[in-house]
């Protein structure tokens, strides 16, 4: 089946610096990629959306100039947490769908957690 | 807005016996989809099974299968023959269609007694 990596697996920063996601699929071309958080013992709250070249759409109450998304490829979206503080310690996923509008193909990555300290 | 609900925030079950899992949702929409998807402790998200609203034939994935009530917005998932490798987080998800994220409900923590 089709894979979704993300890196860095987990990531500790100090608060008021940047950090960056990478979301790569691995064997197949992902038009929109969607990125969700989950805090512990929570669902997944999905963030925004995004499409390959053109700006992501965020869901109410994301901060989009905290949370920059860009989605230069079809195989790679990268979400920047900027000036992190630790209320945004998380736990970030990322999913990709190979046609916009497919339901049948969204795959999840495997997550990164973020420690803000 | 779309919103999904699990009413049970754990739930146990005996190896090898059946379990099943709750979710109701609601939409306006009469085309959607919904899943339940698995998030072992790896928190992997897993697809354990889906279904298309205008299919009325549940779902069946081996020993998973889902009971679907359109009319009621009800969309329950069956675990027969509980094995130790289910132990997990699952969660119900409705997916509106098009280029749409995914709406998650709160996830039932299921535990496998051995």
């Known amino acids: 089946g089709a894979v979704v990596s993300q890196h860095p697996s987990r990531v500790i920063c100090k608060s008021g610096t940047s950090v960056k996601i990478e979301c790569r699929s691995l064997?197949?071309?992902?038009?929109?990629m969607f990125w969700y958080r989950q805090f512990p013992k929570q669902s997944l709250m999905l963030m925004a959306t995004?499409?390959?070249?053109?700006?992501?759409?965020?869901e109410q109450g994301v901060e989009k100039d905290k949370f920059l998304i860009n989605h230069a490829s079809l195989t790679l979206s990268t979400l920047t947490v900027t000036s992190a503080h630790p209320e945004d310690s998380s736990f970030y996923i990322c999913?990709?769908?190979?046609?916009?509008?497919?339901?049948?193909?969204?795959?999840f990555g495997p997550g990164t957690r973020l420690t803000v300290l | 807005a779309q919103t999904v609900t699990q009413s049970q925030p754990e739930m146990s079950v005996q190896e090898a016996e059946t379990v099943t899992l709750s979710c109701t949702y609601d939409t306006s929409e009469s085309d959607y989809y919904l899943f339940w998807y698995k998030q072992p402790p790896s928190r992997q998200m897993i697809l354990v099974i889906r279904q298309e609203a205008y299919k009325q034939q549940n779902a069946t994935e081996n020993r998973f299968s889902v009971n679907f009530q359109k009319a009621a917005k009800s969309f329950s998932l069956k675990i027969s023959d509980s094995q130790l490798g289910d132990a997990a987080m699952y969660f119900c998800?409705?997916?509106?269609?098009?280029?749409?994220?995914?709406?998650f409900g709160k996830g039932t923590h299921l535990i496998i007694q051995p």
């Open positions: 999913s990709a769908s190979t046609l916009a509008g497919s339901t049948d193909t969204q795959y």
């Open positions: 998800a409705y997916h509106r269609g098009g280029a749409d994220g995914l709406t």
């Open positions: 995004s499409n390959e070249g053109s700006k992501a759409t965020y």
């Open positions: 064997d197949f071309q992902a038009t929109t």
